[in-house]
């Protein structure tokens, strides 16, 4: 049983078999009962062995069934009820597969029906767009045939026109070579007669006006003019001529060459003459045809205007008749799908408008929109900054337009007085400009073809002066670089003589101040010499003084020696010996004098100790040579200084210095005292000469002032000792008596 259950979960695993033959299921049992059966005797083993058919033959003779009939009844059911419960799975699998491919389909099927209602309602769509297309196109064709037929006789005309223009570009260039031809007909003539005697007769002679032979009244008056405009600035030289004028009165003939000129002159005359007169029938001709293309560049401006009127009309019909094609084919319907969640045409929550009146857009030219309307918020923001700009410009504007019509006012009114000062009345300027054109040409009339032939002249004139430019722009380029090359050559030579000009200040100033050096120098050595000499008075004045206190101290030894022999009256003491380690003698007798006598001693050997024991100096008091040293030093300091103090600031400034210098300051107090009260802030150079001048005060200044001290201390312990001596001989005391006996020993 328990290898039949694990057959089956096997079994289970894979996937299910279904057995449709009991040939196959009998001989599984035929298999399996063997193996799984008890021994059972020879009988039992014979029925074993029998097929199926006898076993069934053999059961229903009898009744009731034995245990292994049971048995296998019981295997067989439940192996039927397994079969059909692995085809009652395998059915089911099957019916949802085939429901799963049905809901599949049935959705493509609702998909292609979309689609296919979709395309219908487009080609319904593009059927009625085509009917409306085929409705216009005739009529549209027509216009538009029109259109193109009227921009290409446009577009001819042009061409036509521009051909003219270049034509007459071209003679006017032409036009102007033979002026230039002219003038250096002109020139070489007057450089050939400059200095010949008959040079007014000859230029009389060259300026003669062209004659053709008189055919035609018309020839002749085309002559006339044309004679008269290339030589109307002739007219003008011959009226401020003086010879001329003499040779009108005598009336030479000019076809004959007069006494005493060269023939070979007057021929070059002649010839000259007559190849200007040839250049001046050609500029005559190529005016001629130039008035010619004119005349048919009016006709054909004039055709050209028709024709772009009559353009304009035939594309303002086009387009009225494609914006009705437009009209029409707007009135066709289109069908869109839509989700619903793509349907936001709420008027109120959770109620919809009308679909008809919505506009479908795209996502991404929604989204294109809403940026749209913040970007014109921001250009709107832009443009109202702009107005108020514009505005204040504008106010700005009319301002000065008042302003410019007030002046011109005022201009017209002095133009005015002007006139009147000068002429009398009001002139009017363009009659001024006619009567100077009727004064050059001579006559009352001037033909309009002349006028403005003259206006071209002049305007031609004006374009090639302008030209000039162009002509040496080359040149004018060279010049620009070599002028800027100079210039950064000039900079150069400027920052270099600037750098030698500081060098040669700094070695000037060095200069000067190695002069009041020098100078400084001598003054120093004669002031050296000077304080030389005072300091070898002061040695002999401080060797008597040391001689002096020799004695003094000689004297005061003798005080002292006789102020002890009054004390121990005439008995000689031993002196004493001071043990640091062992104790004082007792006293044998007079105990209370030698106690006494030894705190005098004491008292008088710590005073009188420091005078004898330290150096003599002089008192610190200036005499009289030393401040005239210190002042003279104040004084050339300042001069080095170049530093202008008036008479009482330079008295005070002194005085304040000598104080400083009595005071016995040391060398950097004197030097922070001078820079102190100087009005000026010192630089190194003259912090030098600051120093310099504290160096030498230093040495002069007197030394300090502790031996008056000492002397006055010396006169406090002599009057003590002689106070003691008078009082123990019961004399009253007097300090009047030392100091008269030290002034006389002084």
Not at 581 to 599: F, S, T
Not at 704 to 716: I, L, T
């Amino acid at each position: 049983m328990v290898m039949e259950e694990e057959e089956y979960d096997e079994g289970s695993r894979k996937e299910p078999v279904i057995v449709t033959e009991s040939k196959d299921f009998d001989a599984i049992e035929k298999h399996v009962l063997p193996k799984n059966t008890k021994k059972f005797d020879a009988k039992e083993c014979d029925v074993a062995l029998l097929d199926f058919e006898s076993l069934c033959s053999f059961s229903k003779n009898e009744k009731k069934d034995t245990l292994w009939e049971h048995d296998i009844r019981t295997r067989r059911l439940q192996r039927k009820l397994f079969e059909q419960d692995v085809i009652i799975d395998e059915m089911n699998r099957k019916i949802t597969d085939f429901d799963d491919k049905v809901e599949k389909l049935n959705t493509e099927r609702f998909q292609a029906e979309v689609d296919a209602k979709i395309i219908d309602i487009f080609m319904v769509t593009v059927h009625q767009e085509l009917l409306i297309l085929k409705e216009f196109e005739a009529l549209e064709y027509t216009l538009q045939s029109k259109v193109n037929q009227k921009m290409s006789e446009v577009l001819d005309m042009r061409d036509i026109i521009d051909e003219i223009s270049s034509k007459i570009v071209e003679h006017n260039s032409d036009i102007e070579k033979a002026q230039e031809k002219i003038k250096s007909i002109t020139v070489s003539f007057t450089n050939a007669v400059q200095d010949n005697k008959f040079f007014d007769f000859l230029r009389k002679v060259f300026r003669k006006k062209y004659k053709p032979p008189k055919v035609h009244k018309d020839d002749e008056s085309s002559s006339e003019s044309s004679s008269s405009s290339t030589s109307s600035t002739e007219s003008d030289d011959d009226g401020k001529s003086i010879d001329s004028r003499d040779f009108g009165i005598i009336k030479q003939d000019l076809n004959v060459c007069p006494k005493g000129c060269d023939p070979s002159v007057y021929e070059y005359t002649i010839n000259s003459r007559s190849e200007r007169h040839q250049v001046e029938l050609l500029i005559k001709e190529v005016l001629k045809m130039i008035e010619v293309l004119k005349k048919d560049l009016e006709i054909h401006n004039k055709k050209v205007k028709v024709i772009e009127k009559d353009l304009q009309t035939c594309q303002d019909e086009l387009e009225k008749y494609q914006r009705q094609k437009q009209d029409k084919l707007n009135e066709v319907r289109t069908t869109v799908i839509l989700r619903l969640d793509q349907m936001k045409h709420l008027a109120e929550e959770y109620k919809t408008s009308g679909i008809m009146d919505t506009l479908i857009f795209s996502k991404e030219r929604l989204s294109y929109l809403y940026k749209r309307v913040e970007e014109l918020q921001i250009e709107t923001e832009h443009q109202v900054s702009r107005h108020r700009l514009n505005v204040k410009h504008y106010t700005r504007m009319q301002t000065d337009c008042r302003y410019m019509a007030t002046r011109i006012k005022y201009l017209q009114e002095v133009i005015t007085d002007k006139m009147k000062m000068k002429f009398g009345k009001v002139i009017d300027i363009n009659e001024i400009e006619v009567a100077m054109l009727k004064r050059t040409f001579g006559r009352d009339d001037l033909h309009d073809l002349e006028e403005v032939l003259l206006k071209k002249i002049v305007h031609d004139l004006r374009l090639s002066m302008m030209d000039i430019k162009g002509l040496y722009i080359d040149q004018l380029h060279f010049w620009k670089e070599k002028i800027s090359q100079t210039q950064k050559e000039l900079t150069y030579v400027l920052r270099h003589n600037t750098s030698q000009q500081e060098l040669l200040t700094y070695l000037v100033n060095e200069k000067v101040e190695l002069a009041q050096s020098l100078m400084s120098q001598e003054k120093k050595k004669l002031h050296i010499a000077s304080v030389g000499d005072i300091t070898r008075r002061y040695s002999e004045e401080i060797e008597k003084l040391q001689a002096i206190i020799s004695e003094q101290n000689q004297q005061i030894q003798e005080l002292k020696d006789e102020i002890k022999l009054l004390r121990t009256k005439g008995m000689v003491l031993k002196p004493k010996e001071v043990k640091k380690e062992e104790p004082e003698e007792e006293p044998v007798a007079w105990e209370h004098i030698k106690d006494w006598g030894e705190e005098i001693e004491e008292e008088e050997e710590e005073s009188l100790r420091k005078p004898f024991s330290t150096e003599i100096v002089i008192p610190t008091t200036l005499q009289e040579k030393s401040q005239e040293v210190a002042t003279e030093l104040i004084q050339e300091m300042l001069e080095a200084l170049d530093v202008k103090l008036t008479k009482r600031s330079n008295e005070n400034f002194v005085k304040e210095i000598l104080g400083s210098v009595m005071r016995g300051l040391s060398m950097t107090e004197l030097v922070e005292e001078l820079v102190r009260n100087l009005p000026i802030e010192p630089d190194d150079v003259q912090r030098g000469i600051i120093e310099t001048t504290a160096e030498q005060l230093y040495v002069v200044q007197e030394p300090d002032a502790e031996a008056e001290d000492k002397f006055f201390s010396c006169r406090e312990i002599l009057e003590d000792i002689v106070d003691e001596i008078l009082l123990v001989k019961g004399e009253p005391h007097s300090s009047s008596l030392v100091w008269n006996i030290l002034l006389k020993e002084w």
